[in-house]
């Protein structure tokens, strides 16, 4: 490290992150008034509510429009619907998990908001659990203290949500779907605000090979970045497109040291690659509890919510756990649980254990932490807006600051919902500004996908769970040289490869600024929470030749 910027050691770092995909000239043009890139609950959810504010919408995808994280989801969507239960006690215990990291005033929209979201949904057709008097069933997950989670077909919540509103989209004819696109670059005007995005459409049609949609808006919802670690709960898909387009054009990058490792993955064996099996947490929600190799409960001594502790706080214990016993795996028992209650309150992962040859009812379920979640992304204000004029950002590719340093269970679909209907609510009230987009300062320099694997083994070795300086440095100086790497021709998985570089780059930089345990960011080197030096966050954004920026910001947003 060298010289200061904004408050935090500079990296000397040689490498740089291209900016731009691709140089291509655009083969075709469309038009809309707004862009919603990505097909999960708040890129499905947005353009309902642009619909809503009379905006024509092109929805774009890059698969089939129901791929992607939504569709996993099996836990729920939070809300404060219970009558012993108030968007206040939603507020402090996301706060707690958060762990003095939140933005206050945005968890305080999500809570109160939340409610509403989850009914407008249901008027949209989403059909979630009831109870004997017709009120929707609420379960419990980590670091809640009441049951708040509704749940839909058991544990197949996202299903649910991405079938009604796939069927939503589908009905209304001001919403065009393109799938199989695979977005690239966002394409700017003379002033610095965003006119449309770069696409790579898939087949040989009017629309096929790379084409420009070009609208005043652009909504990025295109998920998280799993892909970057070799074994996590995310699809194939999640390879952090938006996020990198984001940083690619300038934009505010904060909190991706923040990554969540879900504490429940079913253990595969060590070769296991690529998307591993959830096994929701709702399940220690309904009462099964973590055993240690050897057959022993240890949540009990590590908190007072003992296996209903934070998400960060329980996959520390097991990771401890695991290191004393020698073990890859500790056990998941839920035998007590009874047949009818797994038959009836978790159908998907019931039928996930037993194709896999272990039976819940009679059998522990062998399990560890991996990787689920990143609670950074694009920097937006309260209104999902990002510091690009025109680009919002919605849903986990989105940094809103509801989650802190570690987001609680089941917050991540409500933050989809709640910000989508401010996005809409923006747009609504802006007659954006029409301009002809400028060309793209610097070509690309993209990556081979052959370099992927050997990436995604570094982040897992050196950027997990536990982390130190020495970890860190390691990974950068594996990392760090692929950005020179011959220049690849251009196809979705180099494409892909290079935006996952991209996003390992920043992510490991700031988690060896970060010089702090905190939440799900865990420094061996320096293990405690350090409020005096690091109750900030971590902002990256690259400059016109490519060269990374890092600065610490308020939580609350510039001053
Ligand atoms: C789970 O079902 O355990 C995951 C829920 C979440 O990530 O919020």
């Not at 209650?341 to 194709?355: A, D, G, K, Q, V």
Request: charged share 20%.
């Amino acid at each position: 490290m060298n010289n200061h910027h904004g408050g935090v050691p500079e990296l000397n770092a040689s490498a740089l992150i291209p900016t731009r995909l691709s140089a291509d000239e655009p083969g075709w043009t469309t038009r809309a008034d707004v862009i919603v890139v990505g097909s999960g609950i708040a890129g499905l959810t947005t353009a309902i509510h642009a619909r809503q504010a009379g905006k024509t919408v092109l929805l774009v995808t890059k698969a089939r429009v129901s791929e992607g994280s939504t569709q996993w989801a099996q836990g729920g969507i939070a809300a404060a619907l219970a009558d012993d239960d108030s968007p206040e006690e939603h507020l402090v215990d996301t706060l707690v998990a958060g762990v003095g990291l939140c933005d206050e005033e945005a968890v305080r929209i999500l809570v109160t908001q939340g409610p509403p979201a989850l009914r407008q949904l249901i008027a949209l057709g989403a059909r979630f659990d009831t109870d004997a008097t017709g009120a929707i069933s609420l379960t419990r997950e980590g670091g809640h203290h009441h049951d708040r989670i509704a749940h839909a077909g058991g544990d197949a919540t996202g299903a649910e949500v991405s079938r009604a509103l796939v069927a939503a989209v589908a009905r209304d004819a001001g919403i065009e779907l393109v799938e199989n696109a695979l977005v690239l670059d966002l394409l700017l005007d003379s002033t610095g605000a965003a006119q449309g995005v770069t696409l790579h459409v898939m087949g040989t049609g009017q629309r096929g090979g790379v084409g420009a949609a070009l609208a005043p808006n652009v909504v990025l919802a295109t998920g998280g970045f799993g892909q970057v670690f070799g074994q996590t709960t995310n699809p194939y898909v999640s390879t952090g497109d938006g996020v990198a387009l984001a940083m690619r054009a300038g934009a505010d990058i904060a909190d991706l040291e923040f990554v969540q490792f879900h504490p429940t993955v079913m253990w595969l064996g060590p070769l296991a690659q690529g998307q591993q099996p959830l096994v929701s947490e709702a399940v220690r929600g309904e009462g099964a509890f973590l055993r240690d190799i050897d057959g022993t409960r240890f949540m009990e001594a590590e908190h007072p919510m003992a296996d209903l502790a934070p998400r960060d706080v329980v996959a520390k214990a097991i990771m401890r756990r695991m290191r004393a016993c020698g073990s890859s795996h500790v056990w998941l028992d839920g035998r007590h649980l009874g047949a009818d209650m797994w038959i009836s309150r978790f159908p998907t992962i019931l039928e996930s254990c037993r194709t896999r040859g272990i039976d819940p009812v009679t059998d522990l379920i062998p399990v560890a932490p991996a990787q689920h979640y990143v609670s950074g992304g694009v920097r937006t204000d309260h209104w999902g807006r990002s510091s690009i004029r025109g680009l919002f950002a919605c849903g986990e590719v989105a940094c809103t600051g509801v989650h802190g340093a570690n987001r609680l269970a089941s917050n991540s679909l409500l933050e989809g919902l709640v910000f989508a209907g401010r996005i809409g609510e923006v747009l609504a009230g802006t007659e954006a500004v029409v301009r002809d987009p400028v060309e793209g300062r610097v070509g690309p320099g993209l990556l081979p996908h052959g370099v992927r694997r050997a990436m995604q083994q570094t982040m897992d070795e050196h950027v997990g769970v536990l982390r130190s300086q020495s970890s860190l440095e390691l990974a950068e100086g594996e990392l760090w040289p692929l950005s020179t790497a011959a220049g690849a021709r251009p196809c979705t998985e180099d494409w892909e490869t290079t935006n996952i570089h991209a996003l390992a780059c920043v992510l490991t930089r700031h988690a060896l600024l970060r010089e702090e345990t905190r939440g799900s960011h865990w420094r061996e080197d320096f293990p405690e929470r350090d409020d005096t030096r690091w109750q900030t966050r971590l902002v990256t954004s690259i400059d016109e030749n490519g060269a990374l920026h890092t600065r610490t910001e308020p939580i609350g947003g510039p001053e």
